[in-house]
């Protein structure tokens, strides 16, 4: 069971207000919790300090092992378990194997990168998020702090940051899933 | 600095380079030797091959940017357009061995043969296209048509410059036009002279593959040098505002393309193999036989080495390891050219110097079983590299001073604000 907290966020209209506050909040010193956007937001990351995925390294690995999966296999049926001569090619055709290699490494890399993707979030057929406020996965932007536990003028300082910075909707909500 | 300047110490080097290739292009021409001629031609086919086939492939980048409105390569539009500056050059080279074909220079195609010709039922199939005249034809023809479209964008960007003004579009409309056209017709033409310049040196060979796979390693090589070029002109300071997300998308240029290439290598490989049909297999068993080692060594140049080094996101954005893979990877595709005109012009050769020996038995269908190591054919001996930095001096020389020549940056240019804020 997870605890509950408090989300102060703020709702931006346009991607570019956000991109900006957070400029500000960098300033200013304020702990983003988290930035809610229907899209990538070019030039966030950085701003928000965020580290290079490291999702393709699980790509990378995957890949490996496909690779060596289909090689292998093919190798052992071909040369070791069932040797057979086709169209006079050697018993061990090591190009006759590549494009099914390749296709294997892609599959592997793909799949595995999403089934990591999905264990690492937590995302399964029964998961249920809540979301903070409908229309962040339609046309709004939206900023959010932590503001559990956190005495009543910080919340404010937090309130007023967003006021200021043009936020058109500012809302405090209890989460627990976030 | 807005205003590249070429002078002083690069001058003087890339002339001392072009110096050092025709001394090594006379060495080879007059070493002596029964095949000394036909080391000097192919050496200068390949080379000329290679860099106006880097030119070409500039310009053709280039429409292919400007047709698909990108806007992310205008910073750097004046290093492709010097780049494509180079086809003038290249062509009149090539134009050399056109007339070589009538001349008699050299002997880099059976096909040229008449002698052989009128004994090979093959090749006379072939000779309605393989011939001197549509050699000549085609190369001035299509050449030229590039070289004129290519001076149209040129001179209409450098042109834009001084008449363009902000909000005025003509200028774009202008280079789209001509860009798209370009497309339009470098496609069939290019395929059309690399089989005339290049396959058929291979003359009974033929892949319908071959034009696709030149093609890829002119565009390996031409990223590769862009991004030299670029990193060399930021380092003396100039494009300021060519930001480092310009030089991670020639990075990606440079990996994916670098597959791309291994795609089509393999594709070509595999199918001849697979089929095993000996006039198909001739060209791969005479290179997997008898150039053993350049054989293997192109495909790791060309492709585990981009290919493993570029693969990862921040790799793509270090100025060294963009540097190191780029020289590999030219070096890489010039041994690539280097296998394909090579044995096919040593081929040739050798059955000429057969032909006019003492014996003309039935020994036009002797399959030769080994192939003995010739310096400047099996391997590129000091001639060969000599002659590669003469004609990469050359290639430089004609780059930077076209690049002389104008603004490094397109102030003009619709794009130019979206270039400057290119982000990945």
Redesign the interface.
């Given at each position: 069971m997870k605890t509950k907290k408090n989300i102060l966020f703020g709702l931006y209209d346009d991607e570019q207000d956000l991109l900006k506050a957070v400029k500000v909040s960098n300033e200013r010193g304020l702990k983003i919790m988290d930035v809610y956007s229907p899209f990538p937001i070019?030039?966030l990351d950085p701003l928000l300090g965020l580290k290079?995925s490291r999702l393709?390294i699980a790509g990378?690995i995957f890949g490996t092992l496909g690779a060596l999966t289909g090689f292998l296999f093919m190798s052992w049926v071909f040369k070791i378990d069932w040797p057979n001569v086709f169209?006079?090619?050697p018993l061990w055709p090591i190009?006759?194997f590549?494009?099914v290699t390749f296709e294997l490494t892609v599959l592997f890399a793909g799949v595995g990168m999403v089934v990591t993707y999905f264990i690492i979030n937590g995302l399964s057929m029964k998961a249920e998020t809540e979301v903070l406020h409908d229309r962040i996965s339609d046309d709004k932007f939206c900023i959010a702090f932590d503001v559990t536990g956190n005495a009543s003028d910080n919340a404010s300082t937090f309130e007023s940051f967003l006021n200021e910075t043009g936020a058109t909707y500012v809302e405090t909500k209890e989460m627990s899933d976030l | 600095m807005n205003q590249f300047t070429f002078e002083g110490k690069t001058k003087t080097m890339l002339l001392g380079g072009i110096v050092l290739g025709v001394v090594s292009m006379l060495l080879s021409y007059f070493m002596g030797g029964e095949i000394a001629n036909t080391r000097f031609w192919s050496n200068f086919l390949h080379n000329s091959l290679f860099f106006l086939g880097i030119a070409f492939m500039a310009m053709f980048a280039m429409s292919v940017w400007i047709t698909a409105w990108s806007g992310w390569f205008v910073m750097g539009k004046r290093v492709f357009e010097a780049i494509s500056m180079f086809t003038g050059v290249g062509l009149l080279l090539m134009l050399i061995i056109a007339i070589g074909n009538y001349a008699g220079f050299h002997h880099l195609y059976h096909w040229n043969d008449l002698e052989a010709v009128a004994h090979d039922k093959v090749l006379q199939g072939k000779s309605p296209f393989l011939n001197r005249n549509s050699y000549m034809i085609f190369t001035v023809l299509f050449g030229g048509m590039w070289w004129w479209m290519t001076m149209k964008i040129r001179k209409d960007s450098v042109d834009e410059d001084k008449n363009g003004r902000f909000g005025d579009f003509k200028h774009m409309f202008r280079q789209r036009t001509w860009a798209a056209a370009f497309l339009a017709i470098s496609g069939y033409t290019s395929a059309i002279v690399i089989w005339l310049w290049l396959m058929s040196v291979d003359a009974h060979w033929y892949s319908t593959l071959y034009a696709w796979y030149v093609g890829a390693s002119w565009w390996v090589t031409m990223i590769a040098f862009s991004i030299l070029i670029i990193i060399y002109l930021k380092s003396k300071g100039g494009l300021p505002n060519l930001n480092e997300d310009v030089i991670h998308d020639l990075g990606k240029f440079l990996f994916g393309f670098s597959i791309f290439w291994t795609y089509l290598w393999?594709s070509q490989?595999?199918l001849i193999?697979?089929g095993?049909v000996g006039e198909e297999t001739s060209y791969f068993w005479t290179r997997a036989h008898g150039y053993k080692f350049l054989f293997r060594l192109i495909l790791v140049l060309n492709f585990p080495l981009p290919f493993l080094v570029l693969?990862?996101?921040?790799n793509k954005r270090k100025m060294g390891t963009l540097i190191f893979t780029s020289i590999v990877v030219i070096i890489g595709h010039w041994l690539d050219f280097f296998l394909m005109v090579k044995p096919g012009v040593r081929q040739t050769a050798e059955h000429l110097l057969h032909a006019s020996g003492e014996h003309e038995a039935a020994g036009h269908e002797v399959v030769e079983h080994t192939i003995p190591f010739l310096s400047g054919f099996s391997l590129p001996g000091f001639l060969e590299i000599g002659t590669f930095i003469g004609f990469l001096s050359l290639f430089l020389y004609v780059v930077f001073a076209s690049l002389a020549k104008a603004d490094l940056e397109p102030s003009h240019d619709p794009f130019i604000e979206e270039a400057k804020h290119h982000?990945v």
């Open positions: 070019h030039g290079e393709h990378f169209g006079g090619k190009p006759a590549i494009p | 393999f490989y595999m193999w697979y095993n693969m990862k996101n921040s982000h």
